[in-house]
């Protein structure tokens, strides 16, 4: 079988279909499936066509949805949005992570006047696709004798501070942690979790292909080559021990990554 493996396009839809179609994804008619390894949207402007996207190839079984962290937020949106009161969504983290511009994309209200509908809102939400498809089609991880494909990480035992999580152990069952682990562990990141002189957190005889955390961290921190964000940062993918991190920060960079793995 084919993968071919994306990771939060964040709702840039024309980004990765062009990240897909450069790397043959379209034109392949060999047995294949696309992997998205989380955070399908916010942030980016095309929420509508990525939802029409991935409904067509879940009617087809052609696509393998990883639940991220931006999926536990807009489902965590649904939830909050009864509560909301007038002007109290502007400056909290489901309008910073533009969590709200999915919903107003998805179900055509506007923000104005948001504070006298916010029930109406959630109720519109939890009837697109998007809460009647896809999302009951994500899963916590997927493997094959190769690969396992997560968001941020495997759940391991982590510590967590102000500024996230570290001191990552191995938990060698983590295939059966608890859900509140596996939502803990796609804040993880996994370039962090996996780098030999510290935690060395791998999976035996498998790499881990993950998302969440931009690409540009490894080849900066681990590699020391270019910095983190600016111009000279480097957003492809980054091959390290055990573990292939393709986030490529397309707010920043402008592009998708798409690897292709053969198992």
């Known amino acids: 079988m084919r993968y071919y493996t994306v990771s939060d396009p964040h709702g840039h839809f024309s980004l990765m279909k062009k990240a897909l179609k450069e790397s043959g994804y379209f034109s392949d008619d060999s047995q294949k499936k696309l992997i998205i390894c989380g955070d399908l949207f916010d942030r980016g402007g095309e929420a509508i066509e990525m939802q029409n996207f991935i409904v067509d190839l879940l009617s087809r079984n052609e696509v393998i949805l990883i639940r991220g962290n931006h999926e536990l937020l807009i489902e965590k949106l649904a939830e909050d949005l009864p509560f909301y009161t007038a002007g109290d969504y502007r400056f909290n983290h489901h309008f910073l992570n533009g969590t709200f511009s999915t919903a107003f994309q998805l179900t055509g209200f ?80 996994g370039m962090e979790a996996s780098r030999a002189d510290l935690y060395n957190v791998t999976e035996p005889n498998k790499t881990i292909i993950c998302g969440h955390y931009k690409a540009s961290y490894g080849h900066s921190t681990l590699e020391n080559k270019g910095r983190e964000s600016g111009e000279n940062a480097d957003y492809t993918p980054y091959y390290g021990n055990g573990i292939i991190a393709i986030d490529a920060c397309t707010v920043q960079s402008g592009f998708v990554n798409c690897i292709v793995l053969e198992d």
């Open 110 to 189: 506007k923000e104005d006047g948001l504070e006298v509908y916010p029930k109406r809102l959630a109720l519109a939400l939890k009837n697109t696709p998007l809460f009647k498809k896809i999302l009951p089609a994500c899963v916590n991880y997927f493997e094959t004798d190769k690969f396992v494909f997560v968001h941020g990480y495997i759940p391991c035992f982590a510590k967590k501070s102000p500024l996230g999580y570290y001191g990552y152990k191995y938990l060698p069952d983590w295939r059966n942690a608890l859900q509140k682990d596996w939502d803990d562990a796609v804040w993880y990141n």
